[in-house]
């Protein structure tokens, strides 16, 4: 007879204690896949929400242009560059940027002028979804802008007021022209909020006087499968003498939060397993202090400490399996409906139909991303836990005096 | 700009100034021949024509501008050429500074954030075109060399803005012939004491019947090989100014 067997055997025979356990590694389990995959889905959401509001997958530029951006570092011939791109399955919109004055009345603001590629940009980015009143950008309409929602307050107008703009060319002359609002936006982003000053490409470039060249081309991938590090060196690959960096190296700062939010999980999963462990080696202690005539009796018939402490090993593992294999299917089924309907924040007051989070714009809906990872994960730690609480017991087992044990009452 | 035209006008006066009031006292003398260029400023009007050439390291471009004062609160600049940029002007009164475009027949209020932009694509700032600088208020002047340096006799004020000044250079330091009291050079340097930029003054020659250098170059010092040039094709002083000139009216009817 093996050592599972007997400990199955084990598990049988005290059933509402071991339900009792079982059950609580389980609940704690499948409560952690649920934690884990809802922070996954919370770290996802926030950098599909920054690539997808603005920055792309990734960006390129011309070499110096992030150290000193100006209309002299651009990338040349941009829309070859976005073929050949696209050739591969990327995404890729060429960009323009430049700084001006933006005036309504005695009221006037620094802006970002932005020239918008209106077919790519939006293979890109989803900024034209974010109109909040009025539309956006046209083809048909060159001298319809759509500015930020913070630049429209500062400047007192709303669509179809003119704003009067001005800038330096890049022949130096006086760049200026009047423009119309066509569309306000929601809460973007920071910068696109209080600056933000979106014209068509055709007329960036005609009125800043920059031929065939973008100040930058956003890059979104083919899939969300796709490996950004090899993405990046394949866009490199294309663009030669270009500069091409991924979001991680473009907003450093997010790629830390991400990769921190992980090491948060872990304290979590601590946290709560502790407890559990606290559970297991309770009863694990019970079991052995209840069969301690019983492992007498095996150790005076030759059964050495380590069968014995095996045997409770195996007890330990056992439960902490069929554990794990219930809160694989609870969790993963809590995941999953946290994946597919979401949890719905407005309740909480995110208000309108965008929430911020550190100036960034988020659907309140908050999915879950149920990953591998999130169920490997807690039930790893959890087995891991269960096996370190399980120690005590085994020892406390392993050691006993046969003579001692069998008289134990 | 017009801020060039009175200083200019101010330094060729400085002669008789001096030979006016000649306190024993070098800080006080210093003193004295700035507050007789301010005060020198004030109920002046001029109107002048101006070629600008800019260049740098992307461009190179030549504007013809026109250019009145009054006092020391009005003034009013139109460009003349190039034709894409006629009659593109920027006004001063009182506080107020409005960029006018005739693309847009309308007029901007410049706010303070801008005034440390670029003037039309050259190395003056908006600041440098309107601000009325009333050197002996904001800065506190000394003669800081006086006798000959470079083959000439020549006189050095060095000025250092007062505390409480809200005043954008560091110090100033200006150089002038020690008998015309004509400037020949003037140092500008930011608040960590590195020079700014150098404007030099040559080609000096008798215009509205003064004696005055015709030609003011500046130099950015972080980019010695940039420049912009001012040459002064005409210039008149005391000349009788409309009413209402220096108004946003006039400005669209231009």
Same mark, same amino acid.
């Given at each position: 007879?093996?050592?599972?067997?007997?400990?199955?055997?084990?598990?049988?025979?005290?059933?509402?204690?071991?339900?009792?356990?079982?059950?609580?590694?389980?609940?704690?389990?499948?409560? $952690?896949?649920?934690?884990?995959?809802?922070?996954?889905?919370?770290?996802?959401?926030?950098?599909?929400?920054?690539?997808?509001?603005?920055?792309?997958?990734?960006?390129?530029?011309?070499?110096?242009?992030?150290?000193?951006?100006?209309?002299?570092?651009?990338?040349?011939?941009?829309?070859?560059?976005?073929?050949?791109?696209?050739?591969?399955?990327?995404?890729?919109?060429?960009?323009?940027?430049?700084?001006?004055?933006?005036?309504?009345?005695?009221?006037?603001?620094?802006?970002?002028?932005?020239?918008?590629?209106?077919?790519?940009?939006?293979?890109?980015?989803?900024?034209?979804?974010?109109?909040?009143?009025?539309?956006?950008?046209?083809?048909?309409?060159?001298?319809?802008?759509? *500015?930020?929602?913070?630049?429209?307050?500062?400047?007192?107008?709303?669509?179809?007021?003119?704003?009067?703009?001005?800038?330096?060319?890049?022949?130096?002359?006086?760049?200026?022209?009047?423009?119309?609002?066509?569309?306000?936006?929601?809460?973007?982003?920071?910068?696109?909020?209080?600056?933000?000053?979106? *014209?068509?490409?055709?007329?960036?470039?005609?009125?800043?006087?920059?031929?065939?060249?973008?100040?930058?081309?956003?890059?979104?991938?083919?899939?969300?499968?796709?490996?950004?590090?090899?993405?990046?060196?394949?866009?490199?690959?294309?663009?030669?003498?270009?500069?091409?960096?991924?979001?991680?190296?473009?907003?450093?700062? $997010?790629?830390? $939060?991400?990769?921190?939010?992980?090491?948060?999980?872990?304290?979590?999963?601590?946290?709560?397993?502790?407890?559990?462990?606290?559970?297991?080696?309770?009863?694990?202690?019970?079991?052995?202090?209840?069969?301690?005539?019983?492992?007498?009796?095996?150790?005076?018939?030759?059964?050495?400490?380590?069968?014995?402490?095996?045997?409770?090993?195996?007890?330990?593992?056992?439960?902490?399996?069929?554990?794990?294999?219930?809160?694989?299917?609870?969790?993963?089924?809590?995941?999953?409906?946290?994946?597919?309907?979401?949890?719905?924040?407005?309740?909480?007051?995110?208000?309108?139909?965008?929430?911020?989070?550190?100036?960034?714009?988020?659907?309140?809906?908050?999915?879950?991303?149920?990953?591998?990872?999130?169920?490997?994960?807690?039930?790893?730690?959890?087995?891991?836990?269960? $096996?370190?609480?399980?120690?005590?017991?085994?020892?406390?087992?392993?050691?006993?005096?046969?003579?001692?044990?069998?008289?134990?009452? | 700009?017009?801020?060039?035209?009175?200083?200019?006008?101010?330094?060729?006066?400085?002669?008789?100034?001096?030979?006016?009031?000649?306190?024993?006292?070098?800080?006080?003398?210093?003193?004295?021949?700035?507050?007789?260029?301010?005060?020198?400023?004030?109920?002046?009007?001029?109107?002048?024509?101006?070629?600008?050439?800019?260049?740098?390291?992307?461009?190179?471009?030549?504007?013809?501008?026109?250019?009145?004062?009054?006092?020391?609160?009005?003034?009013?600049?139109?460009?003349?050429?190039?034709?894409?940029?006629?009659?593109?002007?920027?006004?001063?009164?009182?506080?107020?500074?409005?960029?006018?475009?005739?693309?847009?027949?309308?007029?901007?209020?410049?706010?303070?954030?801008?005034?440390?932009?670029?003037?039309?694509?050259?190395?003056?700032?908006?600041?440098?075109?309107?601000?009325?600088?009333?050197?002996?208020?904001?800065?506190?002047?000394?003669?800081?060399?006086?006798?000959?340096?470079?083959?000439?006799?020549?006189?050095?004020?060095?000025?250092?803005?007062?505390?409480?000044?809200?005043?954008?250079?560091?110090?100033?330091?200006?150089?002038?012939?020690?008998?015309?009291?004509?400037?020949?050079?003037?140092?500008?340097?930011?608040?960590?004491?590195?020079?700014?930029?150098?404007?030099?003054?040559?080609?000096?020659?008798?215009?509205?019947?003064?004696?005055?250098?015709?030609?003011?170059?500046?130099?950015?010092?972080?980019?010695?090989?940039?420049?912009?040039?001012?040459?002064?094709?005409?210039?008149?002083?005391?000349?009788?100014?409309?009413?209402?000139?220096?108004?946003?009216?006039?400005?669209?009817?231009?």
């Amino acid at each position: 007879m093996n050592a599972f067997t007997m400990a199955l055997r084990n598990i049988l025979r005290q059933r509402a204690r071991s339900l009792v356990t079982i059950g609580a590694m389980a609940f704690a389990g499948a409560i $952690m896949i649920l934690y884990v995959s809802l922070i996954e889905g919370f770290t996802d959401a926030m950098v599909r929400n920054m690539i997808s509001n603005s920055l792309g997958d990734m960006q390129i530029h011309a070499k110096g242009y992030l150290d000193d951006p100006d209309l002299y570092t651009l990338v040349p011939d941009p829309d070859s560059l976005a073929a050949r791109l696209e050739a591969k399955g990327y995404h890729a919109a060429p960009r323009w940027y430049g700084i001006g004055l933006a005036a309504s009345g005695e009221s006037s603001a620094a802006v970002t002028l932005r020239g918008v590629d209106l077919e790519r940009e939006r293979t890109v980015t989803r900024t034209h979804e974010h109109v909040a009143r009025g539309r956006w950008l046209d083809g048909g309409d060159l001298k319809g802008a759509v *500015i930020g929602r913070r630049l429209a307050r500062t400047l007192n107008v709303d669509v179809g007021d003119e704003i009067v703009f001005l800038s330096q060319a890049a022949d130096g002359s006086l760049a200026n022209d009047l423009f119309i609002v066509r569309g306000v936006l929601k809460t973007v982003s920071e910068p696109v909020d209080r600056a933000g000053f979106f *014209i068509p490409r055709e007329t960036f470039t005609e009125l800043m006087l920059v031929d065939d060249a973008a100040s930058e081309i956003a890059v979104a991938l083919p899939s969300r499968e796709t490996r950004l590090e090899a993405a990046t060196q394949e866009a490199a690959a294309l663009a030669p003498g270009l500069e091409v960096k991924s979001w991680r190296a473009l907003s450093p700062v $997010m790629a830390k $939060m991400v990769d921190t939010a992980g090491a948060g999980t872990y304290i979590m999963l601590l946290i709560v397993y502790s407890a559990i462990g606290m559970v297991v080696l309770n009863a694990m202690l019970m079991n052995v202090f209840e069969r301690i005539r019983e492992y007498g009796i095996m150790k005076a018939l030759g059964m050495g400490p380590w069968r014995v402490a095996g045997l409770v090993y195996a007890e330990a593992a056992l439960t902490a399996l069929i554990a794990c294999a219930v809160a694989a299917l609870g969790g993963g089924a809590l995941s999953w409906w946290a994946q597919t309907s979401g949890i719905d924040l407005s309740v909480f007051g995110a208000g309108e139909d965008f929430a911020t989070f550190g100036g960034m714009a988020f659907e309140p809906v908050w999915y879950a991303r149920l990953t591998p990872a999130a169920v490997v994960r807690p039930l790893a730690t959890l087995a891991a836990v269960v $096996m370190i609480a399980a120690l005590y017991p085994c020892v406390k087992a392993a050691v006993i005096r046969p003579v001692e044990a069998i008289h134990h009452r | 700009m017009m801020k060039f035209i009175r200083w200019i006008t101010a330094l060729t006066a400085l002669a008789a100034a001096v030979a006016m009031a000649q306190p024993a006292d070098p800080v006080a003398r210093a003193r004295a021949i700035l507050d007789e260029i301010d005060d020198l400023w004030r109920g002046e009007s001029s109107r002048a024509l101006v070629a600008m050439t800019v260049t740098t390291a992307h461009y190179t471009r030549r504007l013809l501008m026109e250019g009145w004062s009054q006092g020391k609160d009005n003034s009013l600049v139109v460009i003349r050429e190039p034709l894409k940029e006629r009659g593109v002007a920027t006004l001063k009164t009182g506080d107020s500074v409005y960029s006018y475009l005739p693309k847009t027949d309308r007029a901007i209020r410049l706010t303070a954030g801008m005034m440390m932009g670029s003037w039309m694509g050259s190395h003056f700032t908006n600041d440098d075109l309107v601000k009325e600088s009333r050197l002996s208020g904001d800065y506190d002047p000394v003669i800081s060399f006086e006798g000959e340096r470079g083959g000439r006799r020549i006189m050095e004020f060095t000025l250092m803005p007062r505390p409480e000044a809200a005043v954008v250079w560091g110090k100033i330091i200006i150089e002038a012939h020690a008998d015309t009291r004509l400037p020949i050079r003037s140092v500008y340097y930011d608040e960590d004491g590195k020079v700014a930029r150098t404007m030099t003054f040559t080609n000096i020659r008798s215009m509205g019947g003064r004696l005055m250098p015709g030609l003011m170059r500046v130099v950015p010092a972080d980019k010695p090989e940039e420049s912009t040039e001012l040459e002064y094709r005409e210039i008149e002083f005391d000349i009788p100014i409309a009413e209402g000139f220096f108004s946003l009216a006039n400005l669209k009817r231009r």
